[in-house]
């Protein structure tokens, strides 16, 4: 069965500064990752996502986000961020589950950005 | 324009009442979807529908049950409403039943069961 880790459950960064928010997927084929953000009271918003290829994927905001096969993760990262970046953040991988298809999605880390 | 959205934002019940939440997008999509969002923010699907038809069904009581009139709606209704169904519901619809499709969530419905 397809799972995903996010091992941060909260980050705090000062605006400014660079991020690194950390997902490991469990998936037996090929997985297809994704990153959404979830503004507060809003909905999900997709950032990026992988299927295959160049394993650093651009997405939108500035942010990007590296597949590492070797490693089973899909770490999402911006080099400078900006108060608006607080959020809660969130990686799925999709796959099959029996004959369908969905998304598992992690528990999210929630992102505090200081002035 | 608004591409999905859920009414009521806001929904408070007591235990053992009966209560739906609807569901609309006017991306044109043929799939929508139903997630829960439990308190610690857990995302999990419980149902998605394509054209109509009901194509994910994970293990959710019997108490849910999903209604597709057309394909540009997805309305939930919840029998018998416990206190374990508090949460945050929200639809999502997406091109094709393609997991690689994305997504488009709406800004969800917290639901309250005193």
């Known amino acids: 069965a397809q799972s995903v880790t996010q091992p941060d459950i909260h980050i705090t960064v000062s605006e400014g500064a660079s991020l690194e928010l950390r997902c490991n997927y469990s998936?037996?084929?090929?997985?297809?990752l994704f990153w959404y953000v979830q503004s507060p009271g809003q909905g999900l918003q997709l950032l990026l996502k992988y299927f295959s290829g160049d394993t650093l994927v651009q997405g939108i905001k500035g942010f990007e986000a590296e597949f590492k096969r070797s490693q089973s993760s899909f770490n999402l990262r911006k080099p400078s961020v900006h108060w608006s970046d607080a959020a809660e953040y969130f990686c799925a991988v999709g796959g099959s589950g029996g004959s369908n298809y969905k998304l598992t999605f992690g528990k999210g880390t929630l992102l505090t950005v200081n002035p | 324009d608004t591409a999905v959205s859920q009414t009521p934002k806001y929904l408070v019940t007591q235990m053992g009442n009966d209560k739906s939440i609807k569901c609309e997008q006017n991306l044109g999509h043929d799939t929508m979807y139903w997630y829960k969002q439990d308190s610690k923010k857990f995302l999990k699907i419980m149902f998605s529908?394509?054209?109509?038809?009901?194509?994910i069904n994970e293990t959710v009581p019997n108490r849910f049950s999903p209604k597709s009139p057309d394909k540009a709606h997805l309305n939930l209704h919840i029998n018998s409403l416990e206190l374990g169904d508090s949460a945050v519901y929200f639809c999502?619809?997406?091109?094709?039943?393609?997991?690689?499709?994305?997504?488009?969530f709406g800004p969800g419905t917290r639901l309250t069961v005193l």
């Open positions: 999502a619809s997406s091109h094709s039943g393609d997991f690689t499709d994305t997504q488009y």
């Open positions: 529908y394509n054209n109509k038809e009901l194509i």
């Open positions: 998936y037996g084929a090929t997985p297809y």
